[in-house]
């Protein structure tokens, strides 16, 4: 499943190269289902870089995170936005001032973290209990 990922969000970035400032169509779904734990890093390192590419460079990214069924603590929320508004700003150079953050309700089943540009969906991510975006990674 791993390299299938891989392939995808390769593939939806090199369409985003040729066409910059489009949206997919419809959301991206990541790991619906199982959920992902961080050990991907690749994988979401190539949809937090779709991310960055997608709109203009006046657009804002809101990233709004979950917690799921038997996460307890609020701390691996705001562990999970803080990765990722790092990594878009320090990696990626999308200005602080576009990154907005949030926590939003609790949702059943796998957290969840959201991603939307310029006030669309564009992806989702199922995570599993407790788990982050970046394990060991060297992010």
């Known amino acids: 499943m791993k390299p299938l990922l891989a392939a995808f969000a390769i593939c939806c970035l090199s ?3 040729a066409a910059q400032n489009t949206k997919p169509e419809k959301p991206i779904i990541i790991g619906e289902g199982r959920g992902i734990d961080g050990t991907n890093c690749e994988d979401t390192m190539a949809v937090l870089d779709l991310i ?13 995170s979950r917690l799921g069924r038997g996460e307890t603590s609020r701390n691996i929320v705001r562990h999970r936005l ?7 700003y320090r990696t990626r150079g999308i200005a602080k001032e576009r990154i907005i953050v949030a926590e939003g309700e609790r949702v059943r ?7 939307y540009v310029g006030g ?11 788990r982050d975006f970046f394990n060991g990674c060297g992010v």
């Open 15 to 17: 369409t985003l190269a």
């Open 109 to 115: 089943g796998l957290g969840k973290v959201e991603a």
């Open 52 to 64: 960055a590419q997608t709109g203009n460079e006046e657009e804002t990214i809101i990233i709004i």
């Open 82 to 88: 803080r990765n990722l508004r790092e990594y878009l």
């Open 120 to 130: 669309e969906l564009l992806t989702t991510f199922y995570m599993k209990r407790n």
